[in-house]
């Protein structure tokens, strides 16, 4: 790999391990579940400093995404609170004398329904998102899924001190690498603290 190419490649996933290395790096923020685009995630979202100077998004650009993701949530919180109905349903009937596992076995076929509509639903917010981008955005945010999944390798390079870690940027903490929280040697991988 040529050095132009690795100093570009360590700068993504440095991002993206800065981000969070996993599915919530991806601006969803603490409490966020794939699949579902909750009512507070869309409306605390996360400041976008970093992707927005690495995709060069604007400001309008992120409105509009912004406000994609929170009509998600709108509508997701019917499928939500009748998942929740779902759940209670089924543990009521677990709690039961005799209970019955046909409409058990339905109910989570039913739940099964609601959660596939959701993750369509979430996949229909992240195409129509994308259609915000132009195509120079695209080819980036493309480099920052690639990062994305080499995450975990790369945490788990990190803690054997076959690379250096990122460290974290101002104000998300001191003196420690960023996703090596709470590692010690002796535990299961090894690494900082």
């Not at 400001?59 to 912004?66: E, P, R």
């Not at 915000?132 to 975990?152: I, M």
Request: proline letters at 6%; charged letters at 20%; hydrophobic letters at 40%.
């Amino acid at each position: 790999m040529k050095p132009t190419r690795t100093i570009v490649s360590a700068a993504l996933l440095a991002l993206v391990v800065a981000a969070g290395g996993s599915a919530q790096g991806m601006g969803y923020g603490r409490g966020f579940r794939p699949g579902i685009a909750g009512a507070a995630n869309a409306q605390t979202a996360p400041p976008l400093t970093a992707l927005k100077d690495y995709l060069g998004l604007t400001d309008q650009q992120v409105q509009q995404i912004t406000d994609m993701r929170r009509k998600a949530a709108e509508d997701n919180r019917t499928l939500a609170e009748q998942a929740r109905t779902i759940r209670q349903q089924i543990a009521d009937l677990m709690k039961s004398a005799n209970p019955d596992p046909a409409r058990i076995g339905q109910l989570h076929l039913d739940l099964r329904k609601l959660h596939e509509q959701r993750l369509a639903k979430l996949e229909q917010v992240r195409t129509q998102a994308l259609t915000v981008l132009n195509a120079e955005q695209k080819q980036k945010l493309a480099d920052l899924e690639k990062a994305l999944s080499l995450g975990p390798a790369a945490r788990q390079a990190a803690a054997l001190g076959l690379i250096a870690p990122p460290q974290r940027g101002a104000g998300a903490g001191v003196g420690r690498p960023f996703g090596l929280r709470g590692m010690r040697p002796g535990r299961a991988g090894g690494g900082w603290i």
